[in-house]
């Protein structure tokens, strides 16, 4: 029985080691980085379409790089030079009404994507034949 108590006493004084004695110290909260917060439409005009953006938030100065698709073909770019927040607009042509989208990229990231039309999709697969 003494053995027991002896035992029970050695356990009660090894616990205490394998635990935290202290709190951690608070790190604080983490700082994201300032990024770029565009959004943006796309409106459609004869012969054309006009980019209205919206920049919200800037890090640093730097240019909004626009490069305008027809399918998946790269048909015109365009840059503008973004100081500050504030609206920014930028016109396009297009040759008929078929697709087309609006790559918005900054230092080389794409950060929105607009389109006008449908997107040509492969067709569905065929059903499966029945048995």
Not at 10 to 24: D, K, M
């Amino acid at each position: 029985m003494n053995f027991l108590r002896l035992l029970m006493v050695g356990w009660l004084l090894l616990l205490p080691a394998c635990r935290y004695t202290f709190l951690p110290l608070d790190p604080g909260r983490a700082t994201l980085p300032d990024r770029f917060s565009v959004s943006g439409t796309l409106e459609t005009i004869e012969r054309g379409a006009v980019a209205k953006l919206t920049v919200r938030r800037v890090s640093e100065p730097s240019y909004l790089e626009l490069r305008w698709y027809k399918g998946d073909q790269l048909f015109q770019e365009r840059s503008i030079w973004v100081e500050k927040p504030g609206s920014y607009q930028a016109q396009f042509e297009r040759l008929d009404d078929g697709y087309y989208r609006l790559m918005v990229l900054v230092q080389n990231s794409p950060i929105l994507q607009l389109e006008i039309g449908t997107p040509l999709l492969p067709p569905p697969p065929a059903p499966p034949p029945e048995s």
